[in-house]
């Protein structure tokens, strides 16, 4: 798409309207890692990995990867461009906190988290956002934290009506080696292509150096 303000603003509309609208078959559709062959295994990965547990689940849906996390230990923030979505997660497993955001604005601070999880968000922008949106995830991080971004391997972008959703969903498809260029360039340092159980989906763990 011609990326312009009011273009984006538009789209990050539309999102925000689909996942409201829509929560309950959501929930029902993506809630349960169970659904999500090997996405315990990148979360537990990814706590691991942090040099701390204060985390942002950024994009966090219905509050699936928020609460395994707490099973883990971590001290979760919530964030999520839908206010239904948040107060499912809230419901769900009380978090610490929430706030209402898109990803190319975070109402946060500047180096307050030790994690920071994008899982299926970043890729409801257009491709050329995505670096705004990764330099807005490195500026919340503290120095040495982890950032985990999953994303889907491929050329094309545009609206897509897939079976977890009656309504159409904006797509950006990755190659993972451009992404790890565009972490390179907002600052990140150490970044590696992890691999992923759920066909070409594929998750990005880069580091703030």
């Known amino acids: 798409m011609h990326l312009n303000g009011e273009n984006l603003r538009a789209l ?14 959501y929930v029902r559709t993506t809630g ?4 999500f062959p090997g996405l315990d295994q990148e979360l537990a990965r990814f706590f691991e990995a942090l ?11 219905a509050g699936r990867d928020s609460e395994y996390l707490i099973g883990l230990g971590a001290a979760v923030l919530a964030g999520d461009v839908s206010e239904e979505m948040l107060r499912i997660t809230r419901n769900r497993c ?38 705004a949106a990764f330099s ?18 491929g050329e094309g972008e545009g609206w897509v009506r897939d079976v977890r959703m009656p309504s159409a969903r904006w797509f950006s498809l990755r190659r993972p080696e451009s992404v790890l260029e565009e972490l390179h360039a907002v600052g990140f340092g150490a970044a590696e292509v992890l691999p992923s159980g759920r066909g070409d989906w594929f998750v990005v763990e880069a580091v703030k150096t």
């Open 12 to 25: 990050v509309s539309k999102t925000r309207r689909t996942y409201d609208e829509h929560a309950a078959i």
């Open 32 to 35: 349960t890692l169970d659904l």
């Open 51 to 61: 040099p701390g547990d204060v985390v942002l689940d950024l994009g966090c849906g």
């Open 94 to 131: 009380g978090v610490f906190g929430s706030v209402q955001c898109d990803l190319l604005t975070l109402p946060l601070a500047d180096g307050v988290f030790d994690g920071v999880w994008a899982c299926a968000s970043v890729l409801h922008l257009p491709r050329r956002a995505h670096p």
């Open 136 to 153: 807005e995830i490195h500026r919340v991080l503290a120095p040495g934290g982890v950032a985990a971004i999953s994303l889907k391997a």
